[in-house]
């Protein structure tokens, strides 16, 4: 129970502090932007280095690294399925989720395997 509220309290905390830097910077559309993944991740490493060390915590680093990148694609290819196919919001998120699964799995046997 007590690694819940350690993971409560410290990403509220890096929650907090990553929109208070949003706040501050132009467009005010970053707060969003840093009051969530960002946060929630460092928190989540944080932690993980503190339980289980750093080769463990590299290699979740990594496993979060391949689902960007796969999130990334996955968003354009939803906006090209949306905007030049023409085709409605649920074909297009479902066709796209099968490219988000073969990236971010593609990118994860590239880099050594399972986490």
């Known amino acids: 129970m007590s690694e819940y ?9 890096v929650v907090s502090a990553f929109s208070m830097l949003g706040d501050i910077l132009r ?12 946060s929630v991740a460092l928190a989540t490493l944080g932690i993980a280095v ?5 080769d463990y ?3 979740q680093s ?19 399925l949306l905007i030049r196919a023409g085709l409605r919001a ?4 479902l066709l796209s ?6 990236v971010a799995f593609g990118l994860l046997m590239l880099a050594g395997g399972q986490t």
């Open 57 to 59: 915590t590299a290699q």
């Open 27 to 38: 467009p005010k559309s970053f707060a969003g932007l840093f009051g969530a993944a960002p």
């Open 97 to 102: 989720l099968v490219v988000w699964l073969i």
């Open 5 to 13: 509220v350690l993971r409560f309290v410290v990403g509220g905390v």
């Open 62 to 80: 990594w496993a979060m690294t391949a689902g960007a990148i796969a999130l990334a694609v996955y968003s354009i290819f939803v906006c090209h």
């Open 50 to 54: 503190y339980q289980h060390g750093v």
């Open 90 to 93: 649920a074909p297009a998120t």
